[in-house]
């Protein structure tokens, strides 16, 4: 099956610094990725749509400046927590589909961001 | 608001049990409905789907869902649980009238007594 995977797996940052996320498809060209975001005892909410080569498109109340998204390539997008603060602490997962019309997706590991 | 919604937080039931997951969504129109997995410590996995045809869908793991339009209802079921089915589950939908866009519901954790 397609595989989708997530590094770093978990990280532990200090307020004010940045962090990346990468989302990478291994055995599939992946047009588009998402990402989402798990609070303790949540579902997941989506962040973001990310499409290769252009702009990501975010969900309503989603800081564009603060989670920056890039989508390089076909197996590859990157999530940029900017000057993160304790609030940004999460689960954030990645998942990439090979058919937007679908809407199945195949997900990534997550990562365990903590914000001192 | 369109929404999907799972009616059961937590579900505590013995090994051998039958396990039913309700899964509401509100949307009109052409769906494909998703369930997905979360065992502890892993990432989501899918059980199951549904795009069209049998509304009675099997997935792994002895696991079960039927797509009922009129009730817009898409429930989980398993004739017989195992403590391996501890986890969490996620009912999804995937609708043209939310733009394509891979709507979760609230999520159920389900622990499985030996």
């Known amino acids: 099956g397609a595989v989708v995977s997530q590094h770093p797996s978990w990280v532990i940052c200090k307020s004010g610094t940045s962090v990346k996320i990468e989302c990478r498809s291994l055995?599939?060209?992946?047009?588009?990725m998402f990402w989402y975001r798990q609070f303790p005892k949540q579902s997941l909410m989506l962040m973001a749509t990310s499409n290769e080569g252009s702009k990501a498109t975010y969900e309503q109340g989603v800081e564009k400046d603060k989670f920056l998204i890039n989508h390089a390539s076909l197996t590859l997008s990157t999530l940029t927590v900017t000057s993160a603060h304790p609030e940004d602490s999460s689960f954030y997962i990645c998942?990439?589909?090979?058919?937007?019309?679908?809407?199945?997706?195949?997900f990534g590991e997550g990562s365990r961001l903590t914000v001192l | 608001a369109q929404s999907v919604s799972q009616h059961n937080h937590h579900v505590i039931l013995s090994e051998a049990a039958s396990l039913e997951l309700g899964c509401n969504y509100s949307y009109g129109g052409t769906v494909n409905l998703f369930w997905y997995v979360q065992y502890p410590g892993q990432h989501l996995q899918l059980l199951l789907k549904?795009?069209?045809?049998?509304?009675l869908v099997k997935g792994i793991k002895g696991f079960e869902a039927e797509f009922i339009k009129s009730k817009f209802s898409f429930n989980l079921r398993k004739p017989s649980v195992q403590w391996s089915d501890t986890a969490e589950y996620f009912c999804?939908?995937?609708?043209?009238?939310?733009?394509?866009?891979?709507?979760f519901g609230g999520g159920t954790r389900v622990l499985v007594k030996p």
């Open positions: 055995d599939f060209q992946a047009t588009t």
């Open positions: 549904y795009f069209s045809g049998d509304p």
């Open positions: 999804a939908v995937n609708a043209k009238a939310a733009g394509n866009k891979l709507t």
């Open positions: 998942s990439a589909t090979m058919g937007v019309e679908t809407g199945e997706l195949f």
